[in-house]
T-cell receptor, first 112, second 118 residues
Framework: EDKVVQSPLSLVVHEGDTVTLNCSYE??????LLWYKQEKKAPTFLFML????IEKKSGRLSSILDKKELSSILNITATQTGDSAIYLC????????????FGKGTKLSVKP | DTGVSQDPRHKITKRGQNVTFRCDPI?????LYWYRQTLGQGPEFLTY????????KSRLLSDRFSAERPKGSFSTLEIQRTEQGDSAMYLC????????????????FGSGTQLSVL
């Protein structure tokens, strides 16, 4: 069965800390991996990763894909309270039309 | 607002009633997804359309659920004879898929319809 597993499921840190969120996957015909941030309602796109070993960066957030290990990490440095959210990992896989499945998410709480 | 819009934002209904949700995707997007999300879970795939064609339905989508996208633009998701277990956030997302061999896609989500079945 195709699946995406995220860890930890929840995390509490203090402002200024650095966090690493993990995503591993088992799918047929992997195509790409996406990270989303969900604060209240709609998830918002962060990164799309297709090539192994190439880091994507946006401000204090960065992510990298390891196709050999079937995993990805999302790093957040110098965390702020505004980083508190659920971080979702999703994988596009399958045949020509593709499909996309999500992990359960990591709930990050950043305390002042 | 040129994002994905969903209507209504909230729906409270009694068990056994039928409900219908609407999703208006970003206008040039050809692919439209429906997901269901419950507390503490990631979004679960329900179904998706490429233009007006419904290409895949999840096993989660029982016979009580039906989705349409008649003209390849907006979509509706109907739940018949609602049950308490249907209570969830129903998310719609759209994307622009360039062709058959695309490496991935970015989904743009609507704010969802929160369904409560009493």
């Amino acid at each position: 069965e195709d699946k995406v597993v995220q860890s930890p499921l929840s995390l509490v840190v203090h402002e200024g800390d650095t966090v690493t969120l993990n995503c591993s996957y088992e799918v047929t015909n992997f195509r790409s991996l996406l990270w989303y941030k969900q604060e209240k309602k709609a998830p918002t796109f962060l990164f799309m990763l297709t090539s192994s070993g190439i880091e994507k960066k946006s401000g204090r957030l960065s992510s990298i894909l390891d196709k050999k290990e079937l995993s990805s990490i999302l790093n957040i440095t110098a965390t702020q309270t505004g980083d508190s959210a659920i971080y979702l990992c999703a994988v596009v896989y399958g045949g020509s039309q593709g499909n996309l499945i999500f992990g359960k998410g990591t709930k990050l709480s950043v305390k002042p | 607002d040129t994002g994905v819009s969903q209507d209504p934002r909230h729906k409270i209904t009694k068990r056994g009633q039928n409900v219908t949700f609407r999703c208006d995707p970003i206008s040039e997007h050809n692919r439209l997804y429906w997901y269901r999300q419950t507390l503490g879970q990631g979004p679960e795939f329900l179904t998706y359309f490429q233009n007006e064609a419904q290409l895949e339905k999840s096993r989660l989508l029982s016979d009580r659920f039906s989705a349409e996208r008649p003209k390849g633009s907006f979509s509706t998701l109907e739940i018949q004879r609602t049950e308490q277990g249907d209570s969830a956030m129903y998310l719609c997302a759209s994307s622009l898929v360039p062709g058959v061999s695309h490496p991935g896609e970015k989904l743009f989500f609507g704010s969802g319809t929160q369904l409560s079945v009493l």
